[in-house]
């Protein structure tokens, strides 16, 4: 029996498990579905415990780490709060978090590394970020070897480490000019012969990755919650949440109503706000300013059937914009509550939840999930020495050559 198929959510039509869109046009993603209505823990190391819900045929055992959910005492009692459960994304020992990268964007990279080698693929990976995505790649390649090719913004190359020695399959390329320069040139060189786009939200392994918070959420609380925060920039965790939620309503031990996703964006650059709200809450200078600029995405999955806007009508959710001012604040209640650091990211969802309890969207008695996109960096630190990954090639956006010149580089560097 098969394990899952992929369907275009407009058509219907059942594709290759590997596609990332519908041949009919890109005005729908793809969606998994599984042949196991019932999700069943296994006891495979990290995410690949809920390997019978993730689109593969086999684990990366090595490195790889999962959501860990607790539930708050301090935090909830400083905000009134009684069954608070917060899904730990990062690096925390002492709660058995060993999300290696200390974000969530490793749930993503492992089952898309996974499918890559199912099919045998020899091109090289290009992925394009500002920073934590670009990092959990570069940690799944330096295990498997893949061949990667990371195009990131001058300005984010400081989060380009990883905990490995050899990095020798990672081709680090900066690149200097516009914030979205980084992401059209990679897009160019990934369309090239011998290259191969990861896909992004279009993705379905990044989201039943990503959709592993809400199962491990809801296996370790017994129940699906009423509502659902997180940070978001392009959203895709919340579609991941959405859908990891259906499953589980359609399984039937945890409840059938889908928690009401409440998703938070930084001011003063909140695009998927601005799309949910129908207000202008994007500054010329974005993303200058932001209190983290990991949750800037110019062009959201938001309309798209089965995308940001889809996700938060069904579930009757919400978008929130919070200030830097607001997001500092709830920075240090969390750190000091639960004693542990988080990622600027994940402070932008704590500090929607402070937003969402002042205005009685939430009430005191009900269950609550807050996704913790990040954290423990300072705590990994203690225990590791991070590797700087070095640059290849700089390169600016102005250059006409860029594309061509980033190009040699890499085929050179990898031999193909
Ligand atoms: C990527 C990221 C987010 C936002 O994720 P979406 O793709 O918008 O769901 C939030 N927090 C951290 C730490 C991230 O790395």
Same mark, same amino acid.
């Given at each position: 029996m098969k394990k899952y198929d992929v369907k275009c959510l407009l058509c219907g039509e059942v594709h290759n498990p590997y596609s990332l869109s519908c041949k009919k046009g890109d005005d729908s993603l793809l969606r998994a579905y599984y042949t196991a209505k019932q999700l069943m823990p296994t006891d495979m190391p990290g995410l690949w415990r809920y390997y019978n819900w993730? *689109?593969? #045929?086999?684990? /990366? #055992? #090595?490195g790889s780490g999962r959501t860990i959910t607790y539930k708050s005492e301090k935090l909830a009692s400083a905000l009134g709060l009684d069954d608070l459960w917060i899904a730990f994304n990062g690096y925390w020992p002492e709660r058995d978090a060993y999300l290696m990268t200390c974000t969530f964007k490793d749930l993503e990279s492992f089952p898309t590394m996974q499918r890559l080698m199912e099919q045998e693929e020899k091109r090289i990976m290009v992925v394009a970020s500002a920073g934590n995505t670009a990092r959990a790649f570069a940690h799944v390649c330096s295990i498997t070897g893949q061949p990667l090719l990371l195009v990131v913004p @001058? &300005?984010?190359?400081?989060?380009?480490? $990883? /905990?490995? %020695? !050899? +990095?020798?399959s990672v081709c680090l390329v900066t690149v200097e000019g516009d914030y979205f320069d980084a992401i059209a040139l990679a897009g160019k060189i990934a369309s090239r012969e011998g290259f191969v786009n990861e896909g992004g939200a279009k993705n379905v392994a990044r989201r039943d990755g990503m959709g592993t918070v809400m199962l491990d959420a809801v296996l370790t609380s017994n129940e699906l919650p009423a509502h659902y925060f997180q940070a978001v920039g392009s959203g895709t965790g919340g579609i991941s949440a959405w859908e990891a939620s259906m499953r589980l309503v359609e399984d039937g031990r945890f409840g059938n109503t889908l928690p009401k996703l409440h998703l938070g964006q930084s001011l003063p650059c909140a695009p998927l706000y601005s799309l949910w709200k129908g207000t202008d809450a994007i500054d010329?200078?974005?993303? !200058? &300013?932001?209190? %983290? %600029?990991?949750?800037? +995405?110019?062009? *959201?999955?938001?309309?798209? @059937?089965?995308?940001v806007k889809n996700a938060l009508e069904a579930s009757g959710g919400d978008i929130y914009a919070v200030s830097n001012e607001e997001a500092s604040y709830a920075q240090d209640l969390f750190e000091k509550s639960e004693g542990i650091d988080i990622n600027p990211a994940a402070a932008v969802a704590v500090a929607t939840l402070v937003q969402a309890v002042k205005a009685g969207n939430v009430k005191p008695g009900e269950k609550i999930v807050l996704n913790? $996109?990040?954290?423990g960096q300072k705590r990994l630190i203690k225990d590791y020495e991070l590797k700087q990954l070095p640059v290849s090639l700089a390169v600016s956006a @102005? =250059? &006409? =050559?860029a594309e061509n010149m980033v190009v040699k580089k890499v085929t050179e560097g990898f031999g193909v």
């Open positions: 993730l *689109p593969v #045929e086999g684990i /990366i #055992e #090595e @001058k &300005e984010s190359v400081h989060r380009l480490w $990883t /905990i490995h %020695d !050899d +990095n020798h010329a200078a974005c993303p !200058d &300013e932001m209190y %983290d %600029d990991v949750l800037f +995405n110019r062009k *959201p999955p938001f309309a798209v @059937k089965g995308g913790i $996109t990040g954290g @102005k =250059d &006409e =050559d």
